[in-house]
Nanobody
Framework: QVQLVESGGDLVQAGGSLRLSCAAS????????MGWFRQAPGKERAFVAA?????????LYADSVKGRFTISRDNAKSTVYLQMNSLKPEDTAVYYC?????????????????WGQGTQVTVSS
């Protein structure tokens, strides 16, 4: 079965950077779109970024992270990354990676059938 394991979350000061990783297993990684979502305490899980399968590698970003975050994938390692720069306290959340059953990206969490356990990112002011 599909497994997604996130890593890289940490406590960082505002203005700092982190890179999250999500290692996938269980099926051919390069065929499927991947996404990152985040959930802050008391809030709904929200879209952060997504990337389509390798043949196109189109990306989508939430407005709140455009220009600061970059999603990428390494199909040889079955891993998707989220490079986060210029971090702000409002980026504090548990970050989840997710996988679709198609190569097309989506901003909707209900379009993703597989989820990791999440990794905590805390940005101090």
């Amino acid at each position: 079965q599909v497994q997604l394991v996130e890593s890289g979350g940490d406590l960082v000061q505002a203005g700092g950077s982190l890179r999250l990783s999500c290692a996938a297993s269980g099926r051919t990684f390069s065929r499927y779109a991947m996404g990152w979502f985040r959930q802050a305490p008391g809030k709904e899980r929200a879209f952060v970024a997504a990337i389509s399968s390798s043949s196109i590698a189109a990306t989508l970003y939430a407005d709140s992270v455009k220009g600061r975050f970059t999603i990428s994938r390494d199909n040889a390692k079955s891993t998707v990354y989220l490079q986060m720069n210029s971090l702000k306290p409002e980026d504090t959340a548990v970050y989840y990676c997710a996988q679709r059953d198609t190569w097309i990206t989506s901003t909707l969490k209900q379009d993703y059938g597989y989820w990791g356990q999440g990794t905590q990112v805390t940005v101090s002011s």
